[in-house]
């Protein structure tokens, strides 16, 4: 892996970050919300793009976490579109960490699946425009 990070054939991650020692909870360990809130900007990048516009989150379908995420990996959100409703856009979201610097490994710490829906400037709901 070295310094190019998670590879995932054919695709790119549309989030990468790096926690820092204000992310951690009591035991060491990532804060699950810090994973929760950045899963939620990944998936709404794809979204926002489809929606060609403002959206916002109306359901977390599902949320599991594999492994912990320590301080310092890499971490990689890969998200995809799996389902387009009227209004709705649902996300699938892959989050991987990447460990040890010198010697790296790379494991699946999350994976999510999260519920859009387009908005207009008022907050109300909108359809979805076709697709370009």
Known sequence: ????????????????????????????????????AQADVAGAIPAIRLARGRIATVAVNSFLFKQPISVGDIVSFYAEVVKVGRTSITVDVQVFAERHPANPVVVKVTEARLTYVAINEDGSKREVPPAA
Do not use: C, S, T
């Open 1 to 36: 892996m070295g310094h190019e990070g998670v590879k995932i054939p054919g695709r790119e991650p549309v989030l990468r970050v790096v926690p820092m020692p204000a992310d951690m909870n009591p035991n060491g360990d990532i804060f699950g919300g810090w994973v929760m």
